[in-house]
């Protein structure tokens, strides 16, 4: 097999020594003679998946004991639902405030619409959501069920570096592509999600992590399998949950546990991004999206100064084994997204294959 390093935004690459192992186990789980996705999940092999995933979720992010973690069906966009019919019924007018610094954040604000009076807050779409905007947590109104962000900003290569301190009203992150590549302190937090398939395993589940007393006031009309509280009681197994995903974001965190944990990758993944951030600095022939000062370490965006050449770019990044560099649709110009799972040897690639590319191009 052809090494390759895989830049793509998600479903993104998972650490090879995870996807061997799930390779190993495939057909006979710990000498069952049977697959685990094969077998119940209520079955106690499964369950014990389960209790491991939690175990180190809580050692790994420094989870507090008055936080819950959720294994939620429907990956990141269906929290955008569930989010509002969990937390809305919290303020008597059904008020919450969304900060937009990019699609995710505005998919986010128009779904909570349909549930309540959703408020943007502050956004940088005048920018073309090159930064995070400037936000004063006093102008949230008292009456505000939650104020959503979205932590690092996928297509625009942004994120925030510190939160905002919100006090009573809590905050709401969207972590999906950034989740457990930093430290953090989870307290800040009222609710963190992300989807599994950037940096924790397959897509189409979520890890929901949420305070307590947050639980119990979801809107009359919730669906059962959108009401947190419903997970909170059932271990994430009140229907058949996704045992694959949650079996595979297993083995992701037995491998973030063995790297050294959070504080190891995260100064890995600082000094990842610092390789490519280095060429664009140095450079007239690459031009960075975001604004210096809300770097994302997960996706690097830039643009050509000579846009015509993007496709030779990507053609001739492939050529090299540099795979998926394009930018999403809506932003153009390429994107790289190194999450966890990148090695630096893949970062050390596409900067000396970019030094080239401007030395043959520029
Ligand atoms: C990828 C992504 C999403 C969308 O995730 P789905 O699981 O496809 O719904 C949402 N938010 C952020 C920040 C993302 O990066």
Redesign the pocket.
Known sequence: MTQVYNFG??PAMLPAEVMQKAQREFLDYQGMGTGLIEISHRSPEFEAVLNRCDELLIELANIPSNYKILYVHG????QFSAVPLNLLGRSPSKSASYIETGT?GVKARKEAARFGNATTAASSADSGFDRIPAFDPASLPADTAYLHI?S???LYGTRWHSFPQTGDVPLVA?M??EFLSRELDISQFGVIFA?L??NLGP?GL?VVIIREDLLGHALEQTPALLDYSVYAGSHSLSNTNNTFAIYMMGLVLEWVKEQGGVATLEAQNEAKAQLLYDVIDASEFYLGVADPAHRSIMNVTFNLAKPELLDAFVNQALEHGLYALKGHRDVGGARASIYNAMPVAGCEALAAFMRDFERDNA
């Open positions: 935004a998600g990956g990141a966009q269906m995710w979205t690092n900003n996928t969207d999906t592509s989807g398939q950037k897509a979520a």
